[in-house]
């Protein structure tokens, strides 16, 4: 009922007789301004890896070894209760780590993967089709210096399981002609460097709505330089406060979209952003694949 409502009012608006306040009229552009609570992630990862240090030092080795061995045994063979041995693992200060290795030996690991909806995104663009044009010259220009479409990697990094925006943003790039490419969720910062690198991708789009951006964006950009693609446009979507977006241009993105960013005007900077890369020797950057 929830949903019928809900498709009955937008209807009314498409057609005219009524009027979203905020939605199609009298948008409030002004910025609040708001005091956030600002976590030092990289202070916190720090102290938190003194106390794993100090636990495994400190630790029963033959006894962790043994409740390991066990909890191993018991993925592989499917005999035991696996809670009851994660417990005795734990017992024996075993890592979540260490016991997710002991069964993906067995179990393999899992990975969350999010896939794009085609053609939802452009159907929302009646009248504004101008705009979409604007963006398809700019990616035809594009693939006739490079002799292929620009190509965006939308990544999910650290333990941010908020996929809906990733899955809004890589389709609507899908729908204005960019080649898009969606990272399974928790991955690491190495983890999304080699993706791509492997996909050969003109652009990371790292989508955070975890607040681990501060940490996590300079990860990859240490790791992408370990790849040789220091060149690699790095830009920055999702739930970032005022306050973090000049930190995140120091750590190296070269664009940041907060809350209510126009997604057709945001792939236009990044078409320009690209474009300006075009008149200077990117290194690997535009390989043709």
Known sequence: RIETAAAATQARIDSGAQTGVGLNKYLDHAKDDFEVLKVDNTAVRRRQLEKLANLKRDRDAPKLKAAL?????????????????????????????????????????????ANPVSGVYRGQLAGKEEKLEEIAGKIAGFYDRVGRKPRILIAKIGQDGHDRGQKV????????????????????????????????????????????????????????????????????????????????????????????????EAANILMDLLGSRLGHNAGALFRTK
């Not at 191993?72 to 290795?101: F, I, K």
């Not at 969720?185 to 975890?210: C, D, M, Q, W, Y």
């Not at 940490?215 to 406060?241: F, N, Q, S, W």
């Open 69 to 113: 061995e066990a909890l191993g045994r018991s993925a592989a063979s499917g005999q035991g209760n696996l809670l009851e041995l994660c417990v005795n693992a734990a017992r024996a200060h075993a890592t979540v780590g260490e016991m997710s290795d002991a069964m993906e030996a067995s179990f393999g690991r899992h990975s969350a993967h």
């Open 169 to 264: 943003v890589a389709s609507a790039y899908a729908d204005m002609g960019f080649e898009v490419e969606i990272g399974d969720l928790f991955k690491t910062p190495a983890e999304v460097a080699r993706h791509a690198a492997e996909a050969n991708v003109h652009i990371v789009g790292v989508s955070s709505l975890a607040a681990g951006h501060l940490t996590l964006v300079p990860e990859l950009k240490k790791e992408l330089k370990k790849l040789g693609l220091e060149e690699m446009v790095v830009i920055v979507g999702g739930v970032i406060p005022p306050q973090d977006i000049k930190p995140l241009e120091e750590a190296g993105a070269e664009a940041i979209f907060p809350p209510g960013t126009v997604i057709f």
